[in-house]
């Protein structure tokens, strides 16, 4: 049975790929603090790097899917330094840290890299300065990384969505707007995570977004 080290499998679209690759019988291994497999705060590296290298001695890994994050939309000038550095761990450093630890696994299953970025890696938005350097930044490491491992058949992509119906929004001032053109569902990502595993040949970048806009105020 194929083996998928995730973090994000907890809530909202990383839950739904948990699902779906459960379904498609993959083993599915959740890093995290809620409903985890390995229970980790993200932002404790240390604790991350002697978690994962423990669970490396026992198994390989076929597909690394970064899905973890949060989001914060403020103006840049009220983020205290402890939030900044959370949202870097958890959106960025997580994810490259994970990539080096599993690297040398991937390359013996031929692997793959899964990286769920955001919308927001692609444009530049007012009050997401901070959350898009995390991202576009995951994104433009995983399409370097891809040129480094492509000769020894690792595969590296970056998923984009835009606005999604989740949990995301809970703790911030705006969320999708009820209509449904409007908004993505977890469980169309989950599906073009299925799709891109099942693709010969590689997708480096997909961006995916609703029909239409549409935000509600908090
Ligand atoms: N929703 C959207 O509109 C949207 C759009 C574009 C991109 N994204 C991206 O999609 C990804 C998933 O977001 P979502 O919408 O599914 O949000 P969500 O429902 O709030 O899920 C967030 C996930 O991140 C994990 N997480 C957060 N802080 C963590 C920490 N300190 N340590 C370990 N895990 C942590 C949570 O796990 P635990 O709480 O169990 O630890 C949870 O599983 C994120 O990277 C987000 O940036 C979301």
């Known amino acids: 049975m194929k083996k998928i080290l995730m973090t994000g499998g907890s809530s909202g679209i990383g839950k739904a790929i948990k699902d779906i690759l459960t379904c498609k019988d993959y083993q599915v291994f959740n890093i995290g ?5 390995i229970t980790c705060d993200l932002r404790d590296t240390e604790a991350l790097e002697t978690k994962v290298k423990e669970w490396l001695k026992t198994h390989e890994v076929d597909v690394l899917i970064n899905c ?22 958890i959106n960025l450093t997580a994810p490259i840290v994970l990539s080096s630890l599993c690297l040398r696994s991937l390359q ?22 901070l959350y898009t350097a995390t991202k576009s930044g995951l994104r433009d490491f995983g399409h370097c990384l891809f040129e480094e ?18 949990p995301f929004f809970d703790e911030l001032h705006f969320k999708p707007s009820d209509d449904e053109a409007t908004h993505l569902l977890p469980q169309t990502i989950a599906k073009s995570v299925w799709d891109v595993l099942q693709i010969q040949g590689v997708v480096t970048d997909l961006t995916i977004r609703p029909q239409k806009v549409g935000i509600a105020k908090r």
């Open 33 to 37: 603090r809620k409903e985890a497999d």
């Open 68 to 89: 973890a994050g949060i989001g914060l939309f403020d103006p840049h000038e009220t983020l205290s330094i402890a939030k900044i550095k959370n949202l870097i761990d």
């Open 108 to 129: 013996k299953t031929q692997g793959h890299i899964i990286n769920i970025t955001s919308i927001e890696a692609t444009r530049h938005a007012k009050y997401s300065a």
């Open 149 to 166: 491992v492509r000769k020894s058949g690792v595969k590296v992509t970056s998923i984009n969505p835009d606005m999604t119906q989740t």
